[in-house]
């Protein structure tokens, strides 16, 4: 059994629901269909029998680090040649064509989100969907973390920010980055989080002054985080050195210096 303590991981859903059948009835939306699975595209992509293409919601499978193709092969364990559920606020495709849906096996009330988090065969995206989901997600995300399971047996997964180099080999990639903040400070209409001492040269969180209040209305104040050890979602550019730029509050989680644990923040839902 791992202490809810330890499944506190971020800060868009810090809170621990006990009961994973309770969690995931509430982590629901209107109904988009059903079909049976003919064909895995990759980690979170698949297509129907109708031709429809189906990407999972709120998970990235593409990580800088991960082991590649081994999402691909978990999501097939879990889907291939299946009866499937979509539910979704609208069927409205991407412009790939492809209908994004929180997807559940027929006569389950766990997500397949859910069973790709809990064994390691994706993390959150920065765009998760709302508290009902995010309780569960993190959990099942932070279970994997803790016990080493699918692309977390990989140290190298979650990068060190005082390795800009390292950061910078994931370019365009989605990237988990931790370590410690060296200085906080805005510049202009961008708040910069900083984890190296030069600052042309390395890691750092950049944030748009318009974003500030979606931050602070779920108690981050960037000004307090000076000393404290984070860890970063998100994709990497390059301006100098790599940036994470931060738009939405789950990609930021404040970890504790002892145990790398997040710190219990009030959760807010944010929009789909």
Known sequence: MIPSREIMLLLFGAFFVAGADSASAACSFAAQGEGH???IIDGRTFRLDDGRE?????????????LAGQSLHVLASLIGGRDVILQADDDTPDRYGRQTATVFIAGSQRSIQTELLSQGGAVI?????????????VAAEGSARIDRRGLWGDLSVTKNAESP????AGIGRFTLVEGKVLSARQAG???????????????AVTISRRMMPSFEAAGLDFKTLTGKTIRVRGWV???????????????IEILSA??????????????K
């Open 54 to 66: 189906v990407r999972l919601a709120g998970i990235e499978t593409d990580v800088a680090g991960a």
């Open 165 to 168: 180099g390292d950061i910078l």
């Open 189 to 203: 209409t961008t708040f910069y989080v900083n984890f190296g001492r030069q600052w042309t040269q390395g890691f």
């Open 125 to 137: 995206s920065a765009a998760m969907l709302d508290k009902a989901c995010s309780d569960e997600w």
């Open 258 to 271: 002892a145990k790398g644990i997040a710190e219990n923040i009030a959760p807010q839902n944010e929009g």
């Open 237 to 251: 550019e390059k301006h100098g050195g790599p940036r994470i730029d931060a738009v939405r509050v789950g990609q």
């Open 37 to 39: 699975v003919t064909t």
